[in-house]
């Protein structure tokens, strides 16, 4: 059902979460292709979502009708798990592989002044606006929609930081230590 001449719709200015849209990250299933993916979090009373939901239903309803029955991972926009203040919003991209066997490349990611995207990885509680394609699917256990991400643009920035998980540990007197260049020898007594 996916029409490739789908309009581009586009997301109010959303806080992110999970942003894989610098590089394609492996799926739960490991035969599925690598895909780029994004939540988008939406306080649930802001008119913004409201419209924005409704412009998903509506989407929904002109794709399937009123009487399809709808799958349980159908719909896109969800409450969030730990705050039913907050809806979350999923788009995901997989990554296609040309017939010459090159691949597509991903969404294109721009910043708050529409200049090509640095590269740097986006952290949690960025700021951004989706550009998206639906596609629409039915399937034995129901019918649905997915939102495919085209494009994001990088209101506010938080960088992705990996925590150095050993900055927690202390020195510890008379342990092991890895020896280094520094500290080997040849069998003469000779630093090397």
Same mark, same amino acid.
């Given at each position: 059902?996916? %029409? ?24 739960? %299933?490991? %035969? ?30 002109? +794709? ?119 500290? +080997?020898?040849?069998?003469?007594? %000779? +630093?090397?």
């Amino acid at each position: 059902m996916t %029409d490739s001449n789908a309009k581009v719709l586009y997301t109010p200015l959303a806080e992110a979460r999970w942003a894989y849209l610098i590089e394609p990250r492996p799926q739960m %299933d490991p %035969d599925k292709p690598l895909a780029w993916s994004v939540d988008l979090v939406f306080p649930a009373g802001d008119p913004k979502t409201i419209d924005f939901h409704k412009k998903l239903e509506d989407a929904f309803v002109a +794709e399937h009708g009123t009487k399809k029955r709808r799958s349980d991972k159908g719909f896109p926009l969800k409450p969030d798990k730990n705050d039913p203040d907050l809806l979350v919003c999923k788009f995901k991209a997989q990554q296609l592989v040309r017939r010459d066997g090159t691949t597509a490349p991903g969404p294109k990611l721009i910043d708050a002044k529409k200049q090509p995207w640095d590269g740097s990885a986006i952290g949690n509680g960025s700021k951004l606006i989706v550009a998206f394609k639906l596609h629409a699917w039915d399937r034995p256990e129901g019918c649905g929609i997915s939102l495919i991400p085209r494009a994001a643009q990088v209101v506010h920035f938080v960088p992705y930081l990996e925590e150095d998980a050993t900055e927690g540990f202390e020195e510890q007197a008379g342990g092991y230590t890895v020896p280094g260049v520094a500290d +080997e020898f040849d069998e003469f007594g %000779d +630093e090397l």
